[in-house]
Nanobody, 124 residues
């Protein structure tokens, strides 16, 4: 069974920093795109950042200049470093991973999986 698990959320004061982690575990032969999304109360889920298989990154406007996405391929982990946090960054942050799952018969199945989310609250 393949799982996506986020961690690192919490309560932080405005101007503070948090580092979110997202680990993919299980029978995985390849990881393609990795993405961070967030969803604030009453709002739609929005893309925050992405990293392509070749390492190219894209940070969406709300976090540009403050957020950085990176990954450790050996650990199948993607990170979101968030600096100079603002109250409007408060949301549940979700990890989304595009990967190749290894089936019991040895074949592969491309899947896009979500984690359960981690709460980030920016408040004084």
């Amino acid at each position: 069974q393949v799982q996506i698990v986020e961690s690192g959320g919490g309560l932080v004061q405005p101007g503070g920093s948090l580092r979110l982690s997202c680990v993919a575990s299980g029978a995985i032969s390849a990881i393609y795109g990795q993405y961070w999304y967030r969803q604030a109360p009453g709002k739609q889920r929005e893309l925050v950042a992405s990293i392509n298989p070749d390492g190219r990154t894209n940070i969406q406007e709300p976090g540009r200049g403050r957020f950085t996405i990176s990954r450790d391929n050996d650990k199948k982990t993607v990170y979101l470093q968030m600096n100079r946090l603002k109250p409007e960054d408060t949301a549940v942050y979700y990890c989304h991973v595009d990967l190749m799952r290894i089936l019991d018969n040895g074949g592969g199945q491309r899947k896009e999986l979500w984690g359960q989310g981690t709460q980030v609250t920016v408040s004084s």
